[in-house]
């Protein structure tokens, strides 16, 4: 039986287990995944683990999907120009690839009605989702991204790929706290963990207030899946804006990696099932 599994910290959250275990069921393939929370200053060991115990593959989540970079032999595209590994295939040889499918399920995940080409995009983050993101939204036609950040200063390493990957966007750096006016922008993008459950439900990285200065046709999308409806999504709601939820994402990029691992495709809905059963 193939082994796979999941790295971060912390994954008590985490419904990947029974998402994949669907889409194996769905290809009729006898494998196993497992949760395994991993702290960064463990990393090196669960690369020998992975190794030593035969796995065929993995999922990365934050905050490692930077880190895992130093222990991949190669790279697809996606991984490359995002800068951040979320699926991992591990040959035979014990020789690790790293792709992104972050990218291509966030824009997937995207109603096909929704035309974002020449729009505005605010964007709360400066992580691996960010990243991943940044290169879905690119592909998307959005022509100017407001990076929000809780430390500029730091952020300029990743402000300054973003715009030489990136040269048909216009990219600004903004503090996060300090968010005041949203009206220029078509869609709002949360990629930090703020709301997800378990670390910070309870919380919102944008106030009532401040979302109400969106265009009435604007979109928020949080790409956190647990809860279902995070508050800024809720507010949203309430505001009458568009939503979109980081589920159909999630289930997207890890049909993604399943079709990494055995060049076949799961069944999507047996996926969603799965996860909507476990939130």
């Not at 048909?168 to 750096?173: G, H, L, N, V």
Request: proline share 4%; aromatic share 10%; net charge neutral.
């Amino acid at each position: 039986m193939e082994k796979f599994g999941l790295i971060g910290f912390p994954l008590g959250h985490s419904v990947s287990a029974y998402i994949h275990k669907a889409g194996f069921e769905s290809l009729g393939i006898k494998a196993d995944y497992q949760i395994l929370e991993t702290d960064p200053e463990d990393l090196v060991d669960r690369v020998k683990f992975f190794k030593r115990e035969n796995y065929s593959g993995f999922n990365v989540t934050i905050p490692l999907k930077l880190p895992i970079s130093l222990f991949v032999d190669s790279v697809d595209k996606y991984a490359d120009i995002a800068g951040a590994i979320n699926t991992v295939k591990i040959s035979s040889d014990k020789t690790f690839k790293g792709y992104n499918t972050d990218a291509s399920g966030f824009k997937k995940a995207i109603p096909k009605d929704i035309n974002l080409q020449n729009s505005s995009v605010a964007l709360l983050g400066t992580g691996g989702a960010s990243r991943a993101a940044v290169l879905a939204l690119s592909e998307c036609g959005v022509s100017y991204i407001g990076v929000y950040t809780r430390n500029i200063p730091n952020a300029m390493d990743y402000m300054a790929y973003m715009r030489r990957k990136f040269p048909q966007i216009t990219f600004d750096a903004y503090q996060i706290d300090q968010v005041r006016d949203l009206s220029k922008y078509d869609m709002l993008v949360n990629t930090t963990p703020i709301g997800m459950q378990g670390r910070s439900a309870d919380m919102t990285p944008i106030e009532k207030p401040v979302l109400e200065t969106m265009k009435g046709n604007g979109i928020v999308y949080d790409v956190i899946y647990n809860p279902k409806k995070t508050i800024l999504l809720k507010t949203a709601e309430e505001l009458g804006l568009r939503t979109i939820n980081g589920l159909d994402m999630l289930i997207y990029q890890a049909i993604s990696a399943q079709e990494i691992w055995f060049g076949q495709t799961p069944d999507f809905n047996a996926m969603k099932i799965a996860a909507l059963e476990n939130l």
